[in-house]
């Protein structure tokens, strides 16, 4: 996964990566490691607002191909981080179930043709 990191108005450090790196690791693994292509974390200091915004793109589901987002602020910017990667994973989690869900249960309509077939009404 390609990352790529935006520091408005502070700096990007090393603390700050490795954090992110952990967080979109378990996210590639809720998703699968070839799903999602790239993430772009911007860290912003707005005066007394630390902003941490992450977006990973090019997670491919049943649909076709999406994106993730999340945005959380916070007094410090490490605590920021830490909730929208938090955010990013309950959407993983919740992509990654709604994906599994479609699989297993087939639509309304084949269940009443199946229905029709086997009671011998012909439609």
Request: glycine share 6%.
């Amino acid at each position: 996964m390609i990352i790529e990191y935006t520091g408005r108005q502070t700096v990007v450090t090393h603390k700050y990566k490795l954090l992110a790196e952990a967080g979109l690791a378990r996210v590639a693994t809720i998703l699968g490691d070839g799903n999602c292509t790239a993430a772009h974390i911007i860290l912003t200091v707005d005066k007394y607002r630390q902003i941490a915004e992450v977006t990973v793109s090019g997670c491919s589901n049943s649909a076709g191909i999406q994106s993730i987002v999340a945005r959380s602020e916070g007094v410090e910017m490490k605590v920021a981080l830490h909730d929208a990667l938090e955010k990013i994973e309950q959407q993983a989690i919740r992509r990654r179930q709604k994906t599994t869900t479609a699989k297993r249960h087939p639509k309304a309509v084949v269940k009443l043709a199946e229905i029709a077939t086997s009671a011998g009404v012909v439609a």
